[in-house]
Protein backbone atom coordinates (compact mmCIF):
# COMPACT_ATOMS: atom_id res chain seq x y z
CA UNK A 1 0.00 0.00 0.00
CA UNK A 2 2.94 2.55 1.01
CA UNK A 3 4.84 1.49 -2.17
CA UNK A 4 1.68 2.30 -4.12
CA UNK A 5 0.76 5.48 -2.49
CA UNK A 6 4.56 7.03 -2.76
CA UNK A 7 4.61 6.05 -6.23
CA UNK A 8 1.57 7.50 -7.52
CA UNK A 9 2.42 10.22 -5.46
CA UNK A 10 5.74 11.39 -6.88
CA UNK A 11 4.41 9.98 -10.53
CA UNK A 12 1.86 12.88 -10.44
CA UNK A 13 4.13 15.41 -9.98
CA UNK A 14 5.37 14.84 -13.29
CA UNK A 15 4.88 18.48 -15.19
CA UNK A 16 3.43 20.24 -12.27
CA UNK A 17 3.95 23.96 -12.66
CA UNK A 18 5.23 26.29 -9.97
CA UNK A 19 4.86 29.93 -11.29
CA UNK A 20 4.35 32.14 -7.71
CA UNK A 21 6.35 34.51 -6.11
CA UNK A 22 5.37 37.65 -4.45
CA UNK A 23 8.62 39.83 -3.92
CA UNK A 24 12.31 39.18 -4.43
CA UNK A 25 13.26 37.13 -1.54
CA UNK A 26 16.95 38.86 -1.72
CA UNK A 27 15.27 42.33 -1.50
CA UNK A 28 11.86 42.32 -1.61
CA UNK A 29 11.46 44.28 -4.52
CA UNK A 30 9.16 43.81 -7.48
CA UNK A 31 9.90 40.78 -9.67
CA UNK A 32 8.51 40.06 -13.42
CA UNK A 33 8.53 36.99 -15.35
CA UNK A 34 11.55 36.36 -16.79
CA UNK A 35 11.26 32.27 -17.86
CA UNK A 36 10.39 28.69 -17.20
CA UNK A 37 12.95 25.87 -15.71
CA UNK A 38 12.86 22.60 -15.55
CA UNK A 39 13.42 21.03 -12.44
CA UNK A 40 14.12 17.53 -11.35
CA UNK A 41 11.61 16.61 -8.34
CA UNK A 42 12.16 12.88 -8.21
CA UNK A 43 14.04 9.78 -10.54
CA UNK A 44 12.03 6.58 -10.30
CA UNK A 45 12.80 3.06 -11.33
CA UNK A 46 9.92 1.90 -13.09
CA UNK A 47 9.81 -1.45 -15.15
CA UNK A 48 14.11 -1.72 -15.41
CA UNK A 49 13.84 2.07 -16.50
CA UNK A 50 14.84 5.00 -14.65
CA UNK A 51 12.49 8.06 -15.20
CA UNK A 52 12.91 11.50 -14.03
CA UNK A 53 10.04 13.07 -12.60
CA UNK A 54 10.37 16.89 -13.47
CA UNK A 55 8.57 19.73 -12.82
CA UNK A 56 8.73 23.22 -13.92
CA UNK A 57 9.54 26.56 -12.00
CA UNK A 58 8.66 29.71 -13.17
CA UNK A 59 12.27 32.29 -12.82
CA UNK A 60 11.70 36.05 -12.28
CA UNK A 61 14.01 39.03 -12.64
CA UNK A 62 13.95 41.85 -10.01
CA UNK A 63 13.71 45.29 -11.11
CA UNK A 64 15.34 46.35 -7.68
CA UNK A 65 18.29 44.46 -7.21
CA UNK A 66 18.46 42.74 -10.81
CA UNK A 67 18.59 39.22 -9.43
CA UNK A 68 17.22 36.44 -10.99
CA UNK A 69 14.85 34.13 -8.36
CA UNK A 70 12.94 31.30 -8.80
CA UNK A 71 9.26 31.08 -7.69
CA UNK A 72 8.24 29.21 -4.82
CA UNK A 73 8.43 25.74 -5.02
CA UNK A 74 9.24 22.49 -2.67
CA UNK A 75 13.25 22.62 -2.85
CA UNK A 76 15.92 23.34 -0.13
CA UNK A 77 18.28 25.93 -1.13
CA UNK A 78 20.72 26.32 -1.96
CA UNK A 79 21.91 23.48 -4.00
CA UNK A 80 19.33 20.45 -3.25
CA UNK A 81 18.67 18.70 -6.80
CA UNK A 82 15.36 16.47 -5.55
CA UNK A 83 12.23 18.05 -3.97
CA UNK A 84 11.78 18.47 -0.44
CA UNK A 85 9.86 15.48 0.06
CA UNK A 86 12.48 13.21 -1.11
CA UNK A 87 15.22 15.16 0.73
CA UNK A 88 12.91 14.53 4.26
CA UNK A 89 12.67 10.99 3.48
CA UNK A 90 16.19 10.17 2.66
CA UNK A 91 17.07 13.00 6.10
CA UNK A 92 14.62 10.22 8.45
CA UNK A 93 15.50 6.89 7.01
CA UNK A 94 19.36 7.88 7.32
CA UNK A 95 18.36 8.28 11.28
CA UNK A 96 17.29 5.03 11.23
CA UNK A 97 20.02 2.75 9.49
CA UNK A 98 23.40 3.11 7.25
CA UNK A 99 23.27 4.79 3.97
CA UNK A 100 23.38 1.73 1.43
CA UNK A 101 20.01 1.03 3.29
CA UNK A 102 18.33 3.61 3.14
CA UNK A 103 19.23 3.48 -1.08
CA UNK A 104 17.74 0.28 -1.12
CA UNK A 105 14.54 1.59 0.99
CA UNK A 106 14.25 3.81 -0.95
CA UNK A 107 14.20 1.71 -4.20
CA UNK A 108 11.92 -0.60 -2.31
CA UNK A 109 9.33 2.37 -1.25
CA UNK A 110 7.70 3.55 -4.58
CA UNK A 111 11.15 3.10 -6.85
CA UNK A 112 12.97 5.90 -5.08
CA UNK A 113 16.66 6.27 -6.75
CA UNK A 114 19.05 8.27 -5.12
CA UNK A 115 22.54 7.99 -4.56
CA UNK A 116 23.39 6.65 -1.31
CA UNK A 117 27.21 7.73 -1.37
CA UNK A 118 26.98 11.10 -2.19
CA UNK A 119 23.58 12.62 -1.89
CA UNK A 120 22.13 10.83 0.97
CA UNK A 121 25.65 10.98 2.58
CA UNK A 122 25.27 14.99 1.39
CA UNK A 123 21.96 15.61 2.81
CA UNK A 124 22.50 13.68 6.29
CA UNK A 125 25.76 16.03 7.15
CA UNK A 126 23.20 19.53 6.78
CA UNK A 127 20.74 21.44 8.99
CA UNK A 128 17.52 21.17 7.41
CA UNK A 129 15.54 22.23 11.04
CA UNK A 130 12.73 19.35 12.43
CA UNK A 131 11.37 17.33 9.89
CA UNK A 132 7.89 16.91 10.79
CA UNK A 133 7.37 12.85 10.67
CA UNK A 134 4.80 10.40 11.74
CA UNK A 135 5.62 6.30 12.40
CA UNK A 136 4.20 4.27 9.60
CA UNK A 137 4.78 0.97 9.19
CA UNK A 138 7.78 0.62 11.13
CA UNK A 139 9.32 3.53 9.84
CA UNK A 140 9.52 7.60 10.90
CA UNK A 141 8.07 9.12 7.16
CA UNK A 142 7.51 12.81 6.87
CA UNK A 143 4.46 14.09 6.44
CA UNK A 144 5.32 16.05 3.38
CA UNK A 145 5.63 12.87 1.56
CA UNK A 146 2.66 11.78 3.07
CA UNK A 147 0.60 14.27 2.94
CA UNK A 148 1.45 14.58 -0.91
CA UNK A 149 0.54 11.13 -1.06
CA UNK A 150 -2.92 11.63 0.62
CA UNK A 151 -3.51 15.15 -1.60
CA UNK A 152 -2.59 12.98 -4.93
CA UNK A 153 -5.02 9.36 -3.55
CA UNK A 154 -7.78 12.63 -3.30
CA UNK A 155 -7.51 13.77 -6.70
CA UNK A 156 -8.15 10.24 -8.06
CA UNK A 157 -4.66 9.96 -9.01
CA UNK A 158 -4.74 12.76 -11.38
CA UNK A 159 -1.80 14.89 -12.75
CA UNK A 160 -0.85 17.65 -10.88
CA UNK A 161 -0.80 20.80 -12.73
CA UNK A 162 -0.62 23.65 -10.68
CA UNK A 163 1.86 23.82 -8.03
CA UNK A 164 -0.37 26.00 -4.83
CA UNK A 165 -1.76 22.94 -3.36
CA UNK A 166 1.08 20.52 -3.80
CA UNK A 167 3.45 23.13 -1.87
CA UNK A 168 0.85 23.27 0.78
CA UNK A 169 1.12 19.45 0.98
CA UNK A 170 4.63 19.81 0.83
CA UNK A 171 4.48 21.36 4.24
CA UNK A 172 5.23 24.90 2.08
CA UNK A 173 6.16 27.01 3.98
CA UNK A 174 7.91 25.11 6.61
CA UNK A 175 7.41 26.33 10.40
CA UNK A 176 10.93 26.54 12.07
CA UNK A 177 12.53 24.80 9.43
CA UNK A 178 15.68 26.07 6.46
CA UNK A 179 13.40 28.69 4.32
CA UNK A 180 12.77 27.03 0.80
CA UNK A 181 13.11 30.58 -0.25
CA UNK A 182 15.76 32.01 0.79
CA UNK A 183 18.62 31.79 -1.06
CA UNK A 184 21.93 33.12 0.72
CA UNK A 185 24.95 35.37 -1.42
CA UNK A 186 24.53 38.44 -3.55
CA UNK A 187 22.47 38.38 -6.86
CA UNK A 188 25.86 37.51 -8.85
CA UNK A 189 26.60 34.50 -6.81
CA UNK A 190 22.56 33.55 -6.57
CA UNK A 191 22.46 33.77 -10.70
CA UNK A 192 25.89 31.75 -10.58
CA UNK A 193 23.70 28.69 -9.01
CA UNK A 194 21.20 29.59 -11.12
CA UNK A 195 23.23 28.58 -14.22
CA UNK A 196 25.07 25.68 -12.87
CA UNK A 197 21.79 23.98 -11.81
CA UNK A 198 19.94 24.42 -15.32
CA UNK A 199 23.59 23.25 -16.96
CA UNK A 200 23.36 20.00 -14.53
CA UNK A 201 20.05 19.78 -15.38
CA UNK A 202 20.60 19.52 -19.03
CA UNK A 203 23.50 17.20 -18.68
CA UNK A 204 20.67 15.03 -16.51
Known sequence: MLVDLVGNALASMDGAIFDGLDACPSCGGQVIGHDMRAKRFAVMHDNGKEHTVRVFVKRFYCRDCGALCYADAPFYPPDTRLASPIVDLCLLLSQQ????????????????????????????????????????????????????ATFTLDRERRPIVGGAEALAACGFPPAG??????????PEERNQRNEQEEKEERES
Do not use: C, E
Open 97 to 148: MPFNQVAQHLRAMGGIVVDRGGTIRNYASRDFGTIPATNLFGFLLPLSLLNL
Open 177 to 186: RTSLRGRGGT
